[in-house]
C-alpha cells in the first residue's frame, strides 16, 4: 500500500502543481455518488498513494473545483456509514458502554471516522512522523491481527481495564480472530467465508447487516 498524505502546509492548487501523475491522490469526498475507497484501489493496483480527508482535511472554498479534470485525483466516499451498524454503536453508548474503534487502517484516516461516528477512543495502525513531516511509514505493530490485540491491551491498561470480562468485539475480518477469541462476546458481522466458518463452529453470533 502506498504511503498517506498526512499534513499539508500549503494550498491545494500548490500541492497539485508539481503533483506527479503516476501518483494518486485520493480524496475524501462526502458525496454518495463517489465510489468506496476499496474500489478505487483495487482499480489501481500498486500504485502509490496519498489521501486528503475534507472538510476536516483544511479545503478552501472552490479548492476542490476543477479535480475531476485531472488524471490522477479519485474521489471516495469516507467513509460510507451503515445506518444499521451506527444503530448498533448508539444503543452500545446508550447502555453506558465504552466504545472503542479499532482499526488495521492508519490512525490519520480512522480518526476522521471515529470523529464522524461520535466514538471518542480510536486505534488504527500508528504512522511515522520526522520533523512533523509523514515518512509512510508505521510504527510496529500495525493494528492488524495479533497487533490489533496489543495495541487494544496496550489501551486498555491505560484507560483502568483489567481484562476483557463483558467486552463485545464486532469484526467481519478473519484477521481479528485473536482478538474475537479474547473477548466474551465476539461478534461476526457480514464476515468474510473464514471467519464465518470458525463463528459458526464455535456458536459465535453472526449479524448479516444489509448493504444501505
Not at 504511503?3 to 494518486?24: A, K
Not at 448498533?88 to 466504545?99: E, M, P, R, V, W
Request: net charge negative; proline share 8%.
Amino acid at each position: 500500500m502506498g504511503s498517506e498524505m498526512c499534513i499539508r502546509d500549503r494550498t491545494l492548487p500548490e500541492l497539485l502543481e508539481n503533483w506527479p501523475n503516476d501518483r494518486l491522490l485520493i480524496i475524501g469526498d462526502e458525496s454518495r455518488t463517489a465510489p468506496p475507497m476499496l474500489s478505487v484501489l483495487s482499480d489501481n493496483p500498486g500504485q502509490p498513494f496519498a489521501f486528503m480527508s475534507g472538510p476536516e482535511g483544511g479545503f478552501a472554498p472552490g479548492e476542490l473545483d476543477g479535480l475531476d479534470d485531472l488524471p490522477f485525483v479519485a474521489k471516495v466516499i469516507e467513509p460510507m456509514i451503515n445506518t444499521l451498524a451506527l444503530k448498533i454503536i448508539h444503543d452500545h453508548g446508550d447502555s453506558g458502554d465504552t466504545i472503542l474503534l479499532a482499526s488495521a487502517t492508519n490512525e490519520l484516516i480512522v480518526q476522521p471516522i471515529a470523529k464522524r461516528l461520535d466514538i471518542q477512543n480510536v486505534i488504527g495502525t500508528q504512522v511515522k512522523f520526522i520533523n512533523d513531516k509523514c515518512t509512510g511509514e508505521y510504527i510496529p505493530p500495525s493494528a492488524l491481527g495479533e497487533g490489533k490485540l496489543q495495541l487494544v491491551q496496550q489501551w486498555m491498561q491505560k484507560n483502568n481495564f483489567d481484562d476483557f470480562s463483558g467486552t463485545t468485539f464486532y469484526s467481519d475480518s478473519i484477521n481479528d480472530l485473536p482478538l474475537l477469541e479474547a473477548v466474551d462476546f465476539p461478534k461476526a458481522v457480514n464476515p468474510d467465508a473464514m471467519l464465518e466458518k470458525i463463528s459458526l463452529e464455535r456458536g459465535w453470533e453472526i449479524i448479516d447487516l444489509p448493504v444501505l
